[in-house]
């Protein structure tokens, strides 16, 4: 089991930047891949960005150049910085992490609401 808690979230005004931040306890060892998901109201969840089993980071390529994932091995979490914020970056950001077979260990986080007012 993996618990993921996701911080950092808020209202934030057009150029403007955040950071979030998400905690893992549990089985972390175990975790092969760990990323960010956003999903906005209305539409369906999407890739942001992630680091993958190998090590490397992989983006949702409309964000690459203002998003930017990064992690603390140490204190176990990851964090998205998030520049130059637009309107349509709101959303509920979800941390997700997890290992194959992906239909049993996937683990999501509850969600932490960005919003960027027009």
């Known amino acids: 089991q993996v618990q993921l808690v996701e911080s950092g979230g808020g209202l934030v005004r057009p150029g403007g930047s955040l950071r979030l931040s998400c905690a893992a306890s549990?089985?972390?060892?175990?975790?092969?891949?760990m990323g960010w998901y956003r999903q906005a109201p209305g539409k369906e969840r999407e890739f942001v960005a992630a680091?993958?089993?190998?090590?490397?980071?992989n983006y949702e390529d409309s964000l690459r150049g203002r998003f930017t994932i990064l992690r603390d091995n140490a204190k176990n979490m990851i964090f998205l910085h998030m520049n130059s914020l637009k309107p349509e970056d709101t959303a509920v950001y979800y941390c997700?992490?997890?290992?194959?077979?992906?239909?049993?260990?996937?683990?999501w986080g509850q969600g932490t609401q960005v919003t960027v007012p027009p």
């Open positions: 997700r992490g997890g290992w194959p077979p992906w239909e049993k260990y996937d683990y």
């Open positions: 549990g089985s972390i060892s175990s975790i092969w891949a």
């Open positions: 680091f993958t089993n190998n090590g490397n980071t």
